[in-house]
C-alpha cells in the first residue's frame, strides 16, 4: 500500500504535497518523491527512507512548479532505493502508482523488445513507458492513458502528470483508493480525503475502473468503456476524516470495497515479488521440525483457521488442529512438545482467544499470532506476528480482516511446504502468481456487486437460510451464515455439503434458499450431487460458481453468481466476498443496524 497525491495549484505544489505525504505516511515509508513542471520540463526530488529525507533533498534543492504528483512508497517490486522511488518518469510522462501491475513482466518484455530501456525494478515504469510510447505514437495525453489502461492487469491507483501540460493531470483507479478535491482554481488528488484534509472538504471518490481528467478548473470523469459519467461530490468534515465511510453508506461497505487494497498490501509485506516466492520473517522455529499445527481463535477468525486447515495439510502434509478458543482453552488438550500454536484474532483483544494463547505458552509451544492491532494484548503475548495489514475494522461484522488472514495463513502454509520440501519451486511461483491476482479478482467481483443486492433481496422474506460448501470451501459457507445472521438476523447455517442427508435436508422446502458454494474443483461434482437432492425436495438453490450454466449442471437453480475462475488456491479468498455482500445486502434491505448489529461488540473482551 502506497500513498499518492497530486495538485494543479496556484502556488509552489512541493510543500503541500510533503504536507499531504505526511498524512499518507500510514501507507508506507519506504521512500518518497514528488515531480513537479518546471518551467513545462519534468523535474523530480526522490529519497530512500522516510519523509523527511525527500524534505532534506527539497531543502537543497526546492522545487517551485505548481503541477505535480508525490508519493510515499511501501515497496512491493523493487528494493527500496531512491531509483525505485516514485514518481517513475520517462519520454515526458511522470507517473506515482499505489498498487500492483500484474502482467508488469510480459509488458516489460514487450516493451524491451520494442527498444525501450528501464532504470528500476518496479512494475510502475512499464506504465510510464506505455503512456509514453503511446504518445509518440501521436496518441493525445488522455487517448495515451486510456490505451494504457486497457493493457493492464492488477488493482491499482495512477496519478499522471506530462511535460509541457500545466494545467492538466490524469488519474486512475482499479481496486485501489483515488479521491478528487475541487479548490478555487486549484485541483488535487490523493489516495484518502485524509490527505486532502488541509486543502478542501469538497471530495469525489473514484468509483471502480474510474479514470478523471483534471485541468484547474475542471474534472472530466470517464468510466473504465471511456464513457463520460458523473460521480456525487461530498463535504466532508475534517474531523471525521479517520473515520469516514468514503461514498458507502456504512463502514461494512466500505471496508468490502478496500479488500483489493488491503489484501495487496499483505501480499505485499509477505511475497517477494520479484522472485515470486514467499518471504516470511524469521520465526523461532522450522515447519520442517513440527508434527502438528494447532489454531484457535473465535468467530469469523475461526473460520480462517478452518481454510488454513486444508492448506497447511494439503500443501504442507503438516496435520493441523482447528479449534474455537473459548472450547480449546477448557479442554486440556495434550500438545506435542516443541509444537506449534497459532491464534488469529482482528482486534488481539479476544479473551477466549488470549486464554488459548496462553494455554498453548504454557504448554511450551511456539505462539504465532495473526492479528490486525499489531499492539494489542494477542499480539504482545505471542513468540512472533504475522500481521494483517487490513487498516482499521469499524464494522462489528468482520469482512477485510477476515479475507486478509486468509492471504496471510496461505502465504504462512506455502512457507511451510518449501520448508517441508512438500512443494517445487515451480508449483510456489504457480502459487504465488493466483495469490498476487487475487485482488484483482475481487475487484472484478466487487464491479457485480448489484447483481448480489439483487439477489440479496430474495433472501430477506426467508426464515432460513442455509449454505453449503465441500473441503476449502466448508468454512466460507459457514462464514456466509454467520455475516447473515448476525446483521441481518436471519437465521442461517452453515454445513459441509456432504453432511446435508445427515439431518439437515430435514429442513428444506420451497421456503429455504440454499446457498451453494461451488467452484469448478475437484469436488465441485460431488457438490453437484447434493445440490440435485436439495433442489428435488424444492429448495431454492442460490449457487455461487465461477462457469454459469443454464441449470447449474442438472440441478435446477433460483439465482447463480458468477465468480472469476482461478486456482482453487484461493477460492477462499473469492467467495469470502459475494457471501459478504449478500449479507449485507440483505440487511440493508431488513434496515438493520449494520456496522453494530443488536448484542455483538466489536472486541469481546469477556468471556
Ligand atoms: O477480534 P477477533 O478477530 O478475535 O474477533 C473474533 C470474533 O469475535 C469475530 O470474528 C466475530 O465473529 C465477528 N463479529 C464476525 O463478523
Known sequence: MCGIVGILGSQPVAPLMLDALRRLEYRGYDSAGVATLEDGELVRRRAPGKLNNLQGVLGNGPLSGTTGIGHTRWATHGAPTETNAHPHSAGGVAVVHNGIIENFRDLREELETDGYRFETQTDTEVVVQLISREMKEGKAPKDAVFATLQRLDGAFALGIIFSGQQDLMIGARRGSPLAIGYGDGEMFLGSDAVALAPFTNKVTFLDEGDWVVLTRNSAQIHDETGAAVERPIRFTQA?????????????????????????????????????????????????????????????????????????????????????????????????????????????????????????????????????????????????????????????????????????????????????????????????????????????????????????????????????????????????????????????????????????????????????????????????????????????????????????????????????????????????????????????VFMGTDIDQPRNLAKSVTVE
Not at 315 to 338: C, M, N, Q, T, W
Not at 369 to 396: F, H, K, M, W
Not at 530 to 537: I, S
Request: charged content about 20%; aromatic content about 6%; some cysteine.
Open 239 to 587: 474531523s471525521a476524516y479517520l473515520a469516514d465511510k468514503g461514498n458507502h453508506r456504512h463502514f461494512m461497505a466500505k471496508e468490502i470495497a478496500e479488500q483489493p487494497e488491503v489484501i495487496g498490501h499483505t501480499l505485499g509485506e509477505y511475497i517477494d515479488m520479484a522472485e515470486q516466492r514467499v518471504k516470511l520473517p524469521e520465526l523461532p522455529f522450522s515447519f520442517a521440525d513440527l508434527t502438528r499445527v494447532t489454531i484457535t481463535a473465535c468467530g469469523t477468525a475461526s473460520y480462517a483457521g478452518l481454510a488454513a486447515k486444508y492448506w497447511f495439510e494439503q500443501i504442507a502434509r503438516l496435520p493441523v488442529e482447528v479449534d474455537i478458543a473459548s472450547e480449546f482453552r477448557y479442554r486440556e488438550a495434550p500438545l506435542p512438545d516443541g509444537g506449534l500454536s497459532v491464534v488469529i484474532s482482528q482486534s488481539g483483544e479476544t479473551a477466549d482467544t488470549l486464554a488459548a494463547l496462553r494455554y498453548c505458552a504454557g504448554q511450551g509451544q511456539h505462539t504465532v499470532g495473526i492479528v490486525n492491532v499489531q499492539d494489542s494484548s494477542i499480539a504482545r503475548e505471542c513468540d512472533a506476528i504475522l500481521p494483517t495489514y487490513a487498516g482499521p475494522e469499524i464494522g462489528v461484522a468482520s469482512t477485510k480482516a477476515f479475507t486478509c488472514q486468509l492471504t496471510v495463513l496461505a502465504c504462512m502454509a506455502l512457507a511451510a511446504a518449501r520448508q517441508r520440501n512438500t512443494i517445487t519451486p515451480e508449483q510456489e511461483r504457480e502459487l504465488v502468481s493466483a495469490l498476487v491476482g487475487v485482488p484483482r479478482h475481487i475487484a472484478d467481483i466487487l464491479r457485480n456487486e448489484s447483481e448480489l443486492e439483487r439477489i440479496a433481496k430474495k433472501l430477506t422474506s426467508a426464515r432460513d437460510v442455509l449454505y453449503l460448501g465441500r473441503g476449502i470451501n466448508y468454512p466460507i459457507a459457514l462464514e456466509g451464515a454467520l455475516k447473515l445472521k448476525e446483521i441481518s438476523y436471519i437465521h442461517a447455517e452453515g454445513y459441509a455439503a456432504g453432511e446435508l442427508k445427515h439431518g439437515p435436508i430435514a429442513l428444506i422446502d420451497e421456503d429455504v434458499p440454499v446457498i451453494v458454494i461451488a467452484p469448478h474443483d475437484t469436488l465441485y461434482e460431488k457438490t453437484v450431487s447434493n445440490m440435485e437432492e436439495v433442489a428435488a425436495r424444492g429448495g431454492k438453490i442460490v449457487l455461487l460458481t465461477d462457469e454459469i450454466n443454464g441449470n447449474g449442471n442438472g440441478a435446477e437453480t433460483f439465482e447463480q453468481f458468477r465468480v472469476p475462475r482461478a486456482n482453487s488456491f484461493i477460492n477462499p479468498m473469492l467467495y469470502a466476498v459475494p457471501v459478504q455482500l449478500l449479507a449485507y445486502h440483505a440487511a
